[in-house]
C-alpha cells in the first residue's frame, strides 16, 4: 500500500476509535482497540483484495484452490501490518498514542480451526502463496467452535469449548450472494430426457445453505491480496419451513459447529463425512460457478483452475467435480474423467494405517446417494481398465471399495494426477511400503514436497531480537530470500556476534519465564537449558521418552546432588485428542513428575518442568524464540515431516533427534556436528519388525538404569498417578513397547549428556545456534511453495518474484 505517515495514522485511529466506540480512546480495552485497528487495516487492503481477484478474472490467470479442513492462522493482526509494510509505523503511532501493539494484539482471538501440523502446514502455505505472488485460495470451513480449549485439572486434561468467534472476526467478509446448496440424503433415480439422457432425479433431499466467508490473504510486500473461503451451513432462505423440528434445525447448525479433535484415529462418523462433502461441494460449486464466466470449454478447465486436496479429507472434490461434469454440464465420462484427474492433486500426510479415512459403504450411499454410485462407477472402470495392464491381484489391491469400506486414499490417488508426500523420507515409505502397489501403476504420479515454514510469522514477527540482528549482520535480504540466511555462515568466528545471539536468547528465554511466573506461578532460570517438546500428544511423537530420561536425570541428582551439570527447563506443550485414552495418561503422567520435581528441593532447580496448558500457535509464538533444544524423539518412520523441527531450528534451537521426517534433511544441512542424533533407524525398526526380534522386556530386566525408571512408574515414587503408572509401565515391558522406547533410551540420555557438556560450552554452543539458523533458510515454505506451482499446479507468480 502507499506510504502513511505516523500522524495521518493516529489521526485516522482515533477518528476510527471513537466512531466505533462513541468515547474517547484511551478509555478502551485492549479488545477494542484490536476491533478498531482491524477495522482501519482493513481500509488498507480492501482496493488491493478486489484489484488482485479482478486483475485474475481479466487475465483469466490460472488459480490454484488449497482444499483443507483445517487451518492454523494464527493471529492476524501483526502478520496483515507486516505483509501491508505499515507495522513500524503502527506501532509507533499507538506508542505515541500511549498504546501498546502487542497488548492490542492480544484482543484479537487465534483462530483455532486444526489440530496440528496439517493445518498449520496450511496457514504457512496460504501465506507463501500470496507472498510469492501466486494466485491461489484457500477453501475450508468456518467453525463456529474451534479446537477445544485445554484445562488441566488435578493434572488431568480437561477440554472446554473454544468460543473464538464470540466478539466477531473483523477480517471475515460474509458474502451472502455467493451462497451456494449442498444437497444431502434422499434418493435419486436416473430418468431419461427426450434426447434419450441419462439424468439424475433427486427426491427427498436435504438442501443445505452454504454461506462463504472471505479472509484476506496478504501478500508481503508485493499488493496482493488473495483469498481464504471458509463455509458456514445454515438454513436456506424461505425454506425455514422445511426445518420444523428443534432437530432439523440443529442438524444445519451442527455441520460447521466444531472441528474433530482428533488427528490420529480415523473416526467414522456421520456428522465428519457430512462436513467433508460439505466444505468439498460447496468449494467445487463456486469454482464451476467462476469457470462458466470465462465462457471457455470445458477441457480448458484444468488449464485455468488446479485444485489441491491437503490429506484426504477434501477427496469428494473427486466424484463432486464428476458429478457436476457430467450431470449439470452433460459431458460424457470419460470427458469429465480427464478433466478431473488434470484439475486436482493431492497430498498424504500420515502413513499411520489408524489415521486413513475409511467410510462404510452404507453410510456413504445413505448420506450422498449420487456421489457413491460415481465412486462405484469410478472403481468399476478402474479394475476393468487395470486388470488386462498389471493382472488381477495387483489391481484388487487397489481398488477403492473393499470390504463394505470407501478407502479415501485410493479414490485420491486415482482421481488425481499427482500425490505427494512431505519429506524425503515419508515419500520413500509411501513409494516403496505404504502405497507401493500404487506407484507400480502410476509412478509418474508421486512426488516429495519437503514441508516448510514461513519465516515472516516465525522469526520476523516472533524473535524481533532475532530480527534486528540479522539485518545488522546479513542485510536485510533474507526476509524476501531466506536462503540468503546461508551468509550468516561467514561470521561463525564472531565471537562479538556470537555474545550477541546469546543475549537475545536470552530475552527471549526471560520473556517467557515471565509468562511462566505469571500464567503457572513457577519461577524458572532463564540460564536453565530451555529443552522443548510442542506437537500434539501421541505415543510414536514419544512425550514418554522425553519423561523416562527427566525421570532418569532426577534419580541421577537425587543420588549424587553435587553433579555438575546445566540446569535445564523441560517445556512441554501438547493436547491429547479427548478419546485417546493413552495420550491422556501421558498427559497425566507428565503433569505428575513436574509436580514432584517441580517442588523437591533436593534438586536444587536443576530440573524443572513447565508443562504450559493450550498450546497452540500464540504460545508456539512466545516458546520458540525461547528454546535451546528442539525434541524431535519420533520413532524412525513415524513422523511425516514434523515442522515445529524447521521453527525452532530458524530461531537457533539446536536438535535432538532421531532419523525422521524432515529431520533428516536439516540433518543433512547443519552437519552431524550441529545436531544430537540417536536412536533406531528405519531400517532398523523394520529389521525388528520383519524378525520379530524386539523383546522390551528383556531389555528391562538387563538395564539397571532403565529399570530403576520404570519402577518409578509403578512403586508409589510418583505420588499423583494412580493406573496410569501401572498402564503405562505395562505398555512398554508387558505390551512390548510398540514405539521402541527402551530400545533408543541408551543413545537418547548419552546425547543429552552431550547436549548438556556442549552448553557448558558457551562459544561452542553459540556458535551450533548459529550454525542452524544459517541453515535454515531451505525450508521456507515459499520454496516449497514455488515447488509445488512450477512441478504441480503449473502456475507462475504473478508479480515479479521476490525470490530470485
Ligand atoms: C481423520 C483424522 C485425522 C485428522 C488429521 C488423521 C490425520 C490428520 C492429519 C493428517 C495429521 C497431521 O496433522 N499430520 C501431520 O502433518 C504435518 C504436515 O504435513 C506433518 O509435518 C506431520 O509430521 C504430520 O503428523
Redesign the pocket.
Known amino acids: 500500500m502507499e506510504n502513511i505517515s505516523i500522524q495521518q495514522f493516529k489521526k485516522e485511529y482515533v477518528k476510527k476509535f471513537e466512531q466505533l466506540y462513541a468515547y474517547r480512546y484511551d478509555e478502551g480495552s485492549s479488545r477494542e482497540h484490536f476491533v478498531a485497528l482491524g477495522e482501519l487495516v482493513r481500509n488498507y487492503y480492501m482496493n488491493n483484495w478486489k484489484s488482485t481477484i479482478d486483475e485474475y478474472k481479466e487475465k483469466e490467470t490460472k488459480q490454484v484452490f488449497y482444499f483443507s ?2 487451518f492454523l492462522p494464527g493471529r492476524m493482526l501483526k502478520s496483515n501490518l507486516l505483509n501491508l509494510d505499515i507495522l513500524p509505523v503502527v506501532e509507533e503511532g499507538l506508542r505515541e498514542l500511549g498504546l501498546d501493539l502487542d497488548e492490542v494484539s492480544m484482543g484479537e482471538a487465534d483462530p483455532a480451526l ?8 496450511a496457514s504457512c502455505f496460504m501465506d507463501s502463496i500470496a507472498s510469492t505472488g501466486l494466485a491461489g485460495h484457500g477453501n475450508g470451513i468456518r467453525y463456529q467452535y474451534g479446537l477445544f480449549k485445554q484445562k488441566f485439572i488435578d493434572g488431568y486434561q480437561v477440554e472446554l469449548p473454544e468460543n473464538w468467534l464470540r466478539n466477531g472476526n473483523v477480517w471475515e467478509v460474509r458474502k451472502e450472494n455467493k451462497a451456494v446448496i449442498v444437497r444431502f440424503g434422499g434418493q435419486v433415480y436416473m430418468d431419461t430426457d427426450e434426447e434419450g439422457n441419462l439424468y439424475p432425479r433427486y427426491e427427498n433431499t436435504k438442501n443445505i445453505l452454504a454461506v462463504p466467508y472471505d479472509v484476506p490473504q496478504i501478500g508481503y510486500h508485493n499488493g496482493i491480496v488473495n483469498n481464504l473461503r471458509l463455509w458456514s451451513a445454515e438454513i436456506p432462505y424461505g425454506e425455514e419451513y422445511l426445518f420444523r423440528t428443534e432437530e432439523e434445525r440443529d442438524e444445519v447448525k451442527q455441520i460447521t459447529e466444531v472441528l ?1 479433535p ?6 467414522g462418523r456421520l456428522l ?1 463425512l457430512r462436513q467433508e462433502y460439505f466444505f468439498s461441494s460447496a468449494g467445487v460449486q463456486s469454482i464451476i460457478r467462476y469457470f462458466k464466466t470465462l465462457d471457455e470449454d470445458w477441457s480448458l478447465l484444468p488449464d485455468k483452475i488446479a485444485i489441491h486436496i ?4 477434501p477427496a469428494l472434490v473427486v466424484p463432486e467435480l464428476m458429478r457436476i461434469l457430467i450431470d449439470e454440464e452433460e459431458l460424457t465420462w470419460d470427458q469429465a474423467w480427464e478433466i478431473t484427474k488434470k484439475t486436482i492433486s493431492y ?4 502413513i ?1 494405517q489408524e ?3 475409511r467410510w462404510p459403504i452404507d453410510m456413504l450411499e445413505h448420506l450422498l446417494p449420487r456421489i457413491y454410485h460415481i465412486i462405484a462407477e469410478i472403481n468399476r472402470r478402474h479394475i476393468e481398465k487395470k486388470i488386462p495392464l498389471y493382472g488381477e491381484e495387483l489391481t484388487y489391491r487397489t481398488t477403492i471399495i473393499e470390504d463394505g469400506q470407501v478407502k479415501m486414499a485410493n479414490l485420491a490417488i486415482i482421481g488425481s494426477h499427482s500425490i505427494n508426500g ?2 524425503k523420507l ?1 515419500t520413500n515409505i509411501l513409494i516403496n511400503e505404504t502405497l507401493h502397489d500404487f506407484y507400480l501403476m502410476y509412478p509418474n504420479k508421486f512426488n516429495n514436497k519437503t ?1 516448510g515454514i514461513t519465516q515472516r510469522r516465525w522469526v520476523q514477527l516472533s524473535n524481533p531480537g532475532l530480527t534486528s540482528l540479522l539485518d545488522d549482520v546479513i542485510g536485510t535480504d533474507w526476509k524476501s530470500n531466506p536462503e540468503e540466511l546461508i551468509l550468516l555462515k561467514a561470521h561463525v568466528d564472531n565471537s562479538e556476534l556470537l555474545n550477541r545471539l546469546e543475549a537475545v536468547k536470552l530475552e527471549n528465554k526471560k520473556r517467557f519465564a515471565k509468562y511462566v511466573k505469571d500464567e503457572m506461578g513457577i519461577e524458572i532460570d532463564p540460564n536453565a537449558i530451555f529443552d522443548v517438546q510442542i ?2 500428544l ?1 505415543a510414536y ?1 514419544r512425550q514418554l521418552l522425553n519423561v523416562l530420561h527427566i525421570l532418569d536425570r532426577y534419580s541421577q541428582i537425587k543420588e549424587n546432588p553435587d553433579i555438575d551439570i546445566p540446569k535445564r527447563v523441560f517445556i512441554f506443550g501438547a493436547k491429547a485428542a479427548p478419546s485417546y485414552h493413552y495420550a491422556k495418561q501421558i498427559i497425566k503422567l507428565i503433569n505428575a513428575v513436574a509436580d514432584l520435581v517441580n517442588n523437591d528441593t533436593d534438586i536444587k532447580d536443576l530440573i524443572k518442568i513447565v508443562f504450559v496448558e493450550n498450546y497452540g500457535v500464540s504460545l508456539a509464538e512466545l516458546i520458540i524464540p525461547a528454546a535451546d533444544i528442539s525434541e524431535q524423539i ?1 520413532l524412525a518412520g513415524k ?5 515445529s523441527n524447521m521453527k525452532l531450528m530458524a530461531n537457533g534451537a539446536l536438535t535432538m533427534a532421531t532419523m525422521d ?2 529431520t533428516i534433511e536439516i540433518y543433512d544441512y547443519v552437519g552431524k556436528e550441529n545436531i544430537y542424533i540417536f536412536g533406531l533407524k528405519n531400517n532398523d525398526v523394520k529389521k525388528y519388525h520383519q524378525n520379530q526380534s524386539y523383546n522390551s522386556r528383556n531389555i528391562y530386566e538387563g538395564n539397571a538404569s532403565i529399570k530403576r525408571v520404570l519402577n518409578m512408574l509403578v512403586d508409589g515414587s510418583i505420588p499423583g498417578i494412580y493406573h496410569e503408572g501401572q498402564d503405562i509401565f505395562n505398555s512398554l515391558v508387558k505390551f512390548n513397547d510398540e514405539y521402541f522406547l527402551l530400545k533408543d533410551f541408551d543413545s537418547y540420555i548419552q546425547a543429552h549428556k552431550q547436549a548438556d557438556k556442549d552448553y557448558q560450552d558457551r562459544e561452542k554452543w553459540n556458535r551450533m545456534a548459529l550454525l542452524n539458523v544459517a541453515n535454515s533458510g531451505p525450508f521456507s515454505s515459499d520454496y516449497t511453495i514455488l515447488r509445488y506451482a512450477d512441478e504441480i499446479w503449473k502456475i507462475e507468480p504473478q508479480v515479479e518474484n521476490l525470490i530470485s
Open positions: 479442513m483445517e486444526g489440530n496440528g501440523g496439517l493445518g498449520r502446514l474433530y482428533d488427528d490420529s484415529n480415523y473416526e465428519r491437503n490429506d484426504t479429507h497430498t498424504n500426510h500420515t499411520l489415521a486413513m479415512e512431505v519429506a515419508h514441508n506437537k500434539r501421541h511423537k519420533s513422523e511425516a515431516s514434523g515442522t521426517g524432515a
